[in-house]
């Protein structure tokens, strides 16, 4: 009897929130658009599809010809639309009640422009957690599709595999397919022999199996050389031959076809886990490097094949421990959230709402080989949205809120204006770990740390020969001399903190992060009092040292574009003191080379992404965003600015981003005893 198998092939597009319109339309011209023009030649051919909410709303208005053959492939069953979250958030860090709101949108958004009820659902980074269950089926969802990994974990063999089977919690039922991670790596960078061979292995006399290949829809044409490979050398077209001339053999399907055909295998209930790759990427850079030494190590020993299913790496949420910004924005959404379901309903609510469901898009909350956080533009994204949210609700009046916003055991200082919103550390120094300018929905300081990546030590390893080769599998570069910027902080960059050095430093010291500072105000918790009148907030720190204390004062008004900083050094010493005193600022406008993005400094001009030291009173940025930045000084100091740079990894290959600008203010102080040192500052933004 002739033995045979079910293949569904599942493509998954998305395009993050607050993405380029040019790098959308490079994808969509060299992915998006051919996938489905060659498959709206073979209607006989069915596939399943995910787009996200915001890659949808894009396409319906730069590319309507796209959504009309769409449609008539909807209309002819050979696109079974998938649902997710609208705008693509890791399900379990959004408040349970927009888990399934979320959902619920990308439903009603489908059923209206496909005249297609989804039953299935892509998660946002296969990131999965076991409760997920409940508020899943609650959005009218049936199945979702998790990696293989998560199978093998619990102990199934691959064998197992080529079915669906049967969660449940709390009463609530999902069905789950597994998708096969060596056809991952596969398609489309293997001979389509090869999944025709490995298809066959497992086919069987019932045709009751399912092979399930669900992944990303770049991968064929975005990701590198693989437009040449799956078009213009026609590994697509050759692929979908060998599917029908083996029609004996391979039967493609959609995935609720073959519910609807096929029983579930059975009840499984499988653990919090994501793609191999994303559980290696969420460990801490020496936890990495032990991982492939114990991948290594089971794969020259010959035991990988029978051990992996139980390596795993870490879990996604660590993101949130692995970096301080990523956190910080979590967290910064949570608090929002919380004012929006506070507000009365109504259409300013729900304005206020679709915001903050812009600013759950996942990709600016982690990183791995994708640019993720490490792009400066996503980030800007995230905080646009979720500051526009509180714009709708927020009655401009003039507060502060004190809790532990970060979830660290430490309270926090939130002062909001009509103009700004301030948050303040006092763990760290009196710290500002975000300034927001409210009339343009901006993070001043949006900028990023310089970290250890465990990546950063296959820079030795670029190679030209990656032709061919999976994203996981390469190691290129888009520029040579990377290895020369690598540098690292000390700790989390925010502004307004305070450094003693022993010597006067050089720019090179600061750049590189070579002096070490005698007093670094991170790492010092700071007293305070706010005081609060109709006019304005001022904040009081004041950190104690073994010869002087710093004392500091914000103060934010209610009906003025300008916050004031007040710096006071006394010497509390019985001997006079000379300290090399400099507090830094860190601010983020995106553009470090465009001509319309700048400093001026004594009226000159000078790329955000310009090194330099100057004796200053003032300096201002421009910018092409429309605000102006201007810091005034009541004294002369010596200015130190230079990029922050860092090494990111993307699907391209390592790349330098520029994460803002940092600008160390010096000043060299004689302190007699019993003396007061004092000094003003003001930023104005407009």
Request: net charge negative; hydrophobic share 40%; aromatic share 18%.
């Given at each position: ?9 599942g ?5 993050p929130?607050?993405?380029f319109?040019f ?9 998006y658009?051919?996938?489905?023009d060659f498959?709206?030649?073979?209607p006989?051919?069915?596939i ?13 208005r ?7 053959k ?5 209309e ?8 997710g979250?609208?705008y693509?958030p890791?399900l379990?860090?959004i408040?349970d009640k ?5 959902i619920?949108?990308?439903?009603k958004?489908?059923?209206?422009k496909?005249g297609?009820?989804?039953?299935g ?9 076991p409760h ?17 990994a ?9 064998e ?8 449940e919690?709390q ?8 998708i096969?991670?060596?056809?991952r ?8 022999e ?5 298809l066959?292995k ?11 290949l669900?992944?990303?829809g770049?991968?064929f ?6 437009y040449?490979?799956v078009?213009e ?6 692929f ?20 609807k ?7 499984i ?15 801490f850079?020496e936890a990495q ?5 114990l991948m290594?190590?089971l ?5 990988w ?8 790496g ?8 692995k ?9 910064k ?8 379901q506070?507000?009365?309903?109504g259409?300013?609510?729900d304005?206020a709402e679709?915001e903050?469901?812009q ?7 982690w ?7 490490y792009?400066p533009h ?10 526009k949210?509180e714009?709708?609700i ?5 507060h502060?809120?004190?809790?532990d ?18 948050y303040?550390?006092p763990?760290h120094?009196g710290s ?7 009339p343009k929905?901006?993070?001043l300081?949006n ?5 250890k ?6 820079l030795?390893?670029v190679s030209?020969?990656?032709?061919g080769?999976?994203?996981?599998e390469?190691?290129?570069?888009k ?6 910027i690598?540098?690292y902080d000390?700790?989390?960059r ?5 450094r003693?050095?022993?010597?006067e430093p050089?720019l ?6 070579s002096?070490?500072?005698e ?6 918790e ?5 005081s609060?009148?109709e ?9 104690d ?5 710093i ?9 003025e ?10 010497n509390i010493?019985k001997?006079?003191i ?17 001509p319309?993005?700048y400093?001026?400094?004594?009226d000159?001009k ?14 201002k ?8 930045l ?9 200015l ?16 330098k981003?520029?994460q803002g600008?940092?600008?160390?203010h ?8 019993d003396?007061?040192?004092?000094t ?7």
């Open positions: 009897m002739e033995k045979g198998i079910y293949f569904s092939l493509i998954h597009n998305h395009q929130v607050g993405n319109d790098v959308i339309e490079k994808a969509y011209e060299m992915s658009k051919p996938l489905i498959f709206f030649k073979y006989d051919f069915p399943n599809v995910h787009f996200s909410g915001f890659l949808l709303l894009w396409l319906e730069n590319h309507p010809e796209y959504f009309e769409l449609k008539i492939m909807a002819r069953g050979q696109v079974e639309f998938v649902s979250g609208f693509e890791i379990p860090i408040p927009d888990k399934v709101q979320q619920i949108k990308l439903n958004y489908i059923y209206d496909f297609q009820n989804p039953k659902m892509w998660l946002a980074e296969r990131v999965w957690e997920l269950v409940k508020y899943i089926a609650e959005a009218g969802i049936e199945y979702v599709v998790v990696d293989d998560h199978f093998f974990s619990v102990g199934l063999k691959e197992d595999l080529f079915g669906y089977y049967l969660m919690e009463g609530y039922k999902l069905a789950v397919f597994p096969s991670m060596k056809l790596y596969l398609i489309p960078f293997a001979n389509p090869e999944t025709i061979t490995y066959n497992f086919a069987s006399e019932d045709k009751s199996k399912i092979a399930l669900f992944d990303d770049e991968k044409g975005l990701w590198p050389d693989t040449k490979t078009y050398d026609g590994w697509l077209e050759r979908v031959n060998k599917i029908k001339e083996n029609f004996l053999l391979v039967t493609p399907v959609n995935l609720y076809t073959y519910m055909k096929v029983k579930p295998k059975g009840r209930y499988l653990p919090t886990a994501s793609y191999r790759e994303m559980m290696e990427w969420v460990l850079p490097k032990d991982l492939e030494d290594e190590k794969k020259s020993e010959s035991l094949d029978k051990f992996s299913p139980y390596v795993k870490g879990f996604w949420r660590n993101f949130l421990a970096y301080d910004e990523s956190n910080h924005m979590q967290k959404m949570l608090y929002v959230w919380s004012k929006v506070n507000y009365p309903d259409e300013i609510k304005k679709e903050v469901f600013g759950q898009a996942n990709d600016a909350y990183h791995g080989i994708f640019g993720g956080l792009l996503l980030r800007t994204a995230i905080y646009e949205h979720l500051i949210a714009n709708y927020e009655n401009y009046d003039l502060y809120k004190i809790f916003l970060d979830c660290d055991g430490n309270d926090e200082l939130i002062l909001e204006s009509p103009t700004f919103n301030l303040l550390s763990m120094g500002l770990l975000e300034w927001d300018f409210r929905a901006f993070n300081t900028t990023l740390t310089r970290r990546e465990a990546y950063h030590s296959k030795s390893q030209s020969d990656v032709q080769k999976s994203i996981h390469r190691w290129s570069t520029e040579e001399g990377l290895e020369k690598l540098f000390n700790h989390r925010v502004s307004f903190i305070e003693i050095f022993k010597k050089t090179e010291d600061l750049w590189k992060n002096l070490k500072a007093v670094d105000s991170f790492y010092k700071y007293e305070y009092e706010i609060k009148d006019k304005k907030i001022v904040v009081y720190f004041k950190g040292y073994k010869d002087f204390e004392h500091k004062r914000y103060l934010l008004y209610k009906n574009p300008f916050i004031d900083v007040v710096y006071e050094i006394k010493s001997e006079p000379t300290l090399n005193f400099g507090w830094e600022i860190n601010i983020n406008f995106l553009a470090p080379n465009h319309d993005y400093f001026l400094i004594r000159q000078y790329p955000l992404s310009s090194f330099g030291v100057e004796k200053v009173n003032n300096w940025v421009f910018s092409g965003i429309g605000i102006e201007e810091c005034s000084l009541d004294m002369e100091t010596i130190y600015r230079y990029p922050i740079e860092t090494v990111s990894l993307s699907e391209e290959g390592f790349e981003v520029y600008s940092a600008l160390l010096f000043y060299k102080i004689d302190l007699p005893i003396f007061n040192w004092k003003s500052i003001r930023f104005l933004v407009k």
